[in-house]
């Protein structure tokens, strides 16, 4: 029996780890906790989110 685990990955601070629930609000790194992990920061200071397309 194979089981899928999904690894998440923090955009801000690149911290990688193995989620305990489904809905993740904030990145679990100590020095980061950002609760925009999954958002691209663009060098204009726009943000764009990691699904969108530029």
């Known amino acids: ?3 899928k ?3 998440l990955e923090c ?3 690149g911290y990688k780890w ?3 629930k489904v809905d993740v609000r904030v990145c679990p790194n100590q ?3 950002s609760a925009f992990w ?3 920061k663009k060098k204009d ?3 764009v989110k990691k699904d969108e397309k530029i």
Do not use: A, F, Y
């Open 1 to 3: 029996m194979k089981i």
């Open 5 to 7: 685990v999904v690894e």
């Open 11 to 13: 955009l801000r601070c």
């Open 18 to 20: 193995i989620p305990r």
């Open 31 to 33: 020095k980061c906790h």
């Open 38 to 40: 999954d958002v691209l």
């Open 45 to 47: 200071g726009s943000e």
